[in-house]
Structures are given as structure tokens and as C-alpha cells.
């Protein structure tokens, strides 16, 4: 699990960035601050492993973060200002992220995160092939291409399969951000997992939701405005028009 925090001035940018990194299996946004006075205060009580900081800080610039951070923590850049890149990266900056960032272009920067939090020596591990779930009756085995969508349900989970029943587990969503491989399995919301390739269409709705239509299944999901812009993005077909208000 990566361990973010995000360091921005405007409320409305750390609301967006942190819906768009907690889709992203495998990452938890653990603190939030908006100037960089109140991130030094909370960064040793939270240990972030990346930091996503803004430039243009009230009192003081995001720049000087740079100075009091452990050598080991990576930070990216998120702002609308494009001429402070080489200065970054010469002051160790992991990534450079120009305002406006779409949702793709942080997925890329976590997977750099990822390859480069990865520990020396380790291996990818074999691609999954099926998902772990206990039930009350015993343990089922799920091949992956059977799971259409997730969905959650307070402390439980609901998930949605090809050819089957939905099934009602005792897990939280987030705990198949671990096990699920994450090119395939995107989270789009606070409480949705979906298969990207098992998606088979994504029809407009009236309000600029979408209504989502899988293979090998006659259930369809309607999801939401937010929702079906972070959808759009990962499959390289958003309109910026349709963009929820920050």
C-alpha cells in the first residue's frame, strides 16, 4: 500500500486528486494539509511515502518542503506553474504533474511510485489468476474473468459475476485493491470496482451519467457523473465538457 499525502492550498484540488488516487488499487491517501507549515507538523505522525505537493503555498512556497523532508520520501509536483520543472528536479522532485492533470496521467505516476517503491531485489509477482473469498459456508476460489464489478456495501462487499448471482462477502473494497491486477481492476469511486475488460459498452445518460454493460451478463450499472469522467479518462475518451464542478 502506498501511503500518500496531499499538500495543496484549495480544498477543491485536494478533493479531486484524492478521489483520483484512491481509485487506484494498491494507494491510501493517510493526511491531507494545506500549507506547507501544517504538512511538517503532520508528516511524523502520518510517514507518507510520497508527498503530492502544490508550488504556489500561502506564507511559504511548496519548494521549500523539499529541505526538511527524509531523503527516502518521494514528492511530486502538482501545479499550474510550467517553469519550475528543471528546479524541481534538480531538488529531487519524483514527478512534475502541470495543472490541469487528468486522472491518467496520475495513474502513470503511480505506477512509477510503485516500480520504484518495490524493494531491491524483489520481482513482480505472477499474474492473479483468481481472487481468495470467505463465506460463511467455506472458502471460494473466483477466477478474476468471472468478476464483472464490485460494489460497496458498508463492511461488506457485493460482487457482480459473469453467468452467476452477485455475492455477498464480509470485506471491505479496498482489500481487493491488494489482490486484484491493477491494468485490469480500476476503482472509480469510493465504492466501486469495475473490470475494465470486461466492460462491453458505456452508454450516455441523461445528467451526464452512464449506464455500463458487461459481457457475458444481462446486469447493467448506472453510475454517476464523477464517476463516469474518471471512466472516460482511464479509457482515453473523456470530454473535458462533461467534467465534474471542482
Same mark, same amino acid.
Given at each position: 500500500?502506498?501511503?500518500?499525502?496531499?499538500?495543496?492550498?484549495?480544498? +477543491?484540488?485536494? $478533493?479531486?486528486?484524492?478521489?483520483?488516487?484512491?481509485?487506484?488499487?494498491?494507494?491510501?491517501?493517510?493526511?491531507?494539509?494545506?500549507?506547507?507549515?501544517?504538512?511538517?507538523?503532520?508528516? =511524523?505522525?502520518?510517514?507518507?511515502?510520497?508527498?503530492?505537493? =502544490?508550488?504556489?503555498?500561502? $506564507?511559504?512556497?511548496?519548494?521549500?518542503? #523539499?529541505? +526538511?523532508?527524509?531523503?527516502?520520501?518521494?514528492?511530486?509536483?502538482?501545479?499550474?506553474?510550467?517553469?519550475?520543472? %528543471?528546479?524541481?528536479?534538480?531538488?529531487?522532485?519524483?514527478?512534475?504533474?502541470?495543472?490541469?492533470?487528468?486522472?491518467?496521467?496520475?495513474?502513470?505516476?503511480?505506477?512509477?511510485?510503485? *516500480?520504484?517503491?518495490?524493494?531491491?531485489?524483489?520481482?513482480?509477482?505472477?499474474?492473479?489468476?483468481?481472487?481468495? %473469498?470467505?463465506?460463511?459456508?467455506?472458502?471460494?476460489?473466483?477466477?478474476?474473468?468471472?468478476?464483472?464489478?464490485?460494489?460497496? $456495501?458498508?463492511?461488506?462487499?457485493?460482487?457482480?459475476?459473469?453467468?452467476?448471482?452477485?455475492?455477498?462477502?464480509?470485506?471491505?473494497?479496498?482489500? #481487493?485493491?491488494?489482490?486484484?491486477?491493477?491494468? $485490469?481492476?480500476?476503482?472509480?469511486?469510493?465504492?466501486?470496482?469495475?473490470?475494465?475488460?470486461?466492460?462491453? +459498452?458505456?452508454?450516455?445518460?441523461?445528467? *451526464?451519467?452512464?449506464?455500463?454493460?458487461?459481457?457475458?451478463?444481462?446486469?447493467?450499472?448506472?453510475?454517476?457523473?464523477?464517476?463516469?469522467?474518471?471512466?472516460?479518462?482511464?479509457?482515453?475518451?473523456? =470530454?473535458? +465538457?462533461?467534467?465534474?464542478?471542482?
Amino acid at each position: 500500500m502506498i501511503r500518500a499525502m496531499l499538500v495543496d492550498d484549495e480544498e +477543491s484540488a485536494i $478533493r479531486w486528486l484524492s478521489d483520483v488516487l484512491s481509485s487506484q488499487p494498491g494507494v491510501e491517501v493517510v493526511g491531507t494539509a494545506t500549507s506547507v507549515e501544517e504538512a511538517l507538523t503532520l508528516m =511524523d505522525t502520518i510517514r507518507p511515502e510520497v508527498v503530492f505537493l =502544490d508550488i504556489s503555498m500561502p $506564507r511559504q512556497c511548496g519548494m521549500t518542503l #523539499f529541505a +526538511s523532508v527524509d531523503a527516502g520520501i518521494r514528492i511530486v509536483l502538482v501545479t499550474a506553474h510550467d517553469d519550475r520543472a %528543471i528546479e524541481a528536479f534538480e531538488a529531487g522532485a519524483f514527478d512534475y504533474l502541470l495543472k490541469p492533470v487528468t486522472a491518467a496521467r496520475v495513474g502513470k505516476t503511480v505506477e512509477r511510485l510503485r *516500480s520504484s517503491l518495490r524493494p531491491p531485489g524483489a520481482v513482480p509477482s505472477a499474474p492473479v489468476e483468481r481472487v481468495t %473469498i470467505t463465506t460463511p459456508s467455506g472458502t471460494v476460489f473466483l477466477p478474476i474473468d468471472q468478476v464483472l464489478w464490485i460494489e460497496a $456495501r458498508q463492511n461488506y462487499s457485493l460482487i457482480h459475476r459473469a453467468g452467476a448471482a452477485p455475492l455477498l462477502v464480509k470485506r471491505l473494497l479496498g482489500d #481487493f485493491g491488494e489482490e486484484l491486477p491493477t491494468r $485490469r481492476f480500476v476503482r472509480i469511486g469510493r465504492s466501486l470496482i469495475i473490470n475494465l475488460e470486461a466492460l462491453r +459498452s458505456v452508454g450516455r445518460l441523461q445528467g *451526464s451519467g452512464a449506464l455500463l454493460e458487461f459481457a457475458e451478463s444481462a446486469e447493467t450499472l448506472v453510475i454517476g457523473r464523477a464517476a463516469t469522467f474518471r471512466l472516460r479518462q482511464m479509457l482515453g475518451a473523456a =470530454d473535458p +465538457s462533461d467534467a465534474p464542478p471542482r
